[in-house]
């Protein structure tokens, strides 16, 4: 069942995946890791995208947030992370639960 904490947190292991690949590439670390880490990123924004794609046709999520992660996801997971922050926020009653439907 897709719902927006557990794309949510996907989409946490995304970025953090995505941050420990540019920390072995920038520090010149093994090339089987680097490797790994790669196809972790590229699995995980292709398995995001499609993620999204239905998410939004269940009105889980907004087509903004969608977008975020497929076509920004791509080169920066962080930025779909970062969205999934912000329309939490915004969507969030007064006394601070949020319900898990469209947002």
Known sequence: MITFTRL???SFAH???YLSLLTVWLTG???GLKT???W?????WIAMSLLCIAAVRLRVIPLWLAVMVAVIGGVGP???SIGFVVCERRNAPADGQLEH???
């Not at 972790?40 to 995980?44: A, M, R, S, W, Y």
Request: aromatic share 8%; no cysteine; glycine share 30%.
């Open 8 to 10: 949510k947190y996907l």
């Open 15 to 17: 970025s953090a995946i």
């Open 29 to 31: 670390g093994p090339e």
């Open 36 to 38: 790994v880490l790669g």
């Open 40 to 44: 972790g990123h590229g699995i995980g």
């Open 78 to 80: 962080f930025a779909g």
């Open 101 to 103: 439907g469209m947002v």
